[in-house]
């Protein structure tokens, strides 16, 4: 079983960069077959996805308000996994999470593997 710890969190000005990773710290391998992906949760808003990585083939998708600004990619040794957020908005501030799922889905219900998540807050 896959054990996911995300870090990179912090405090930036508006406009700012950051970088997410995402490592597998359990003894269960990833499966090539399978999909990561980046969530986001605000203080009483529902759970919303970022982005998402196929590891077989690395094919991406990403939620309209992050595009064009954040880019998910995978590490060399692919239990590893990033999320490169530049440009960053007040309305990006949330706690994000990594997750691990078999499906090629925006819905976070498909993903059954989730780290603890990182907080990220951006300052106007």
């Known amino acids: 079983q896959a054990q996911l710890v995300e870090s990179g969190g912090g405090s930036v000005q508006d406009g700012g960069s950051l970088r997410l990773s995402c490592t597998n710290s359990?003894?269960?391998?990833?499966?090539?077959?399978?999909?990561m992906g980046w969530f986001r949760q605000a203080p009483g808003k529902e759970r919303e996805f970022v982005a998402l990585?196929?590891?077989?083939?690395?094919?991406?998708l990403y939620a309209d308000s992050v595009k064009g600004r954040f880019a998910i990619s995978r590490g060399n040794a692919k239990d590893i996994m990033y999320l490169q957020m530049n440009n960053l908005k007040v309305e990006d501030t949330a706690v994000y999470y990594c997750?691990?799922?078999?499906?090629?889905?925006?819905?976070?219900?498909?993903?059954?593997?989730w780290g603890q998540g990182t907080q990220v807050t951006v300052a106007s």
């Open positions: 359990g003894p269960g391998r990833i499966l090539s077959s399978s999909v």
């Open positions: 990585i196929r590891f077989h083939g690395g094919s991406q």
């Open positions: 997750a691990i799922g078999s499906q090629y889905s925006t819905n976070h219900r498909e993903y059954r593997s």
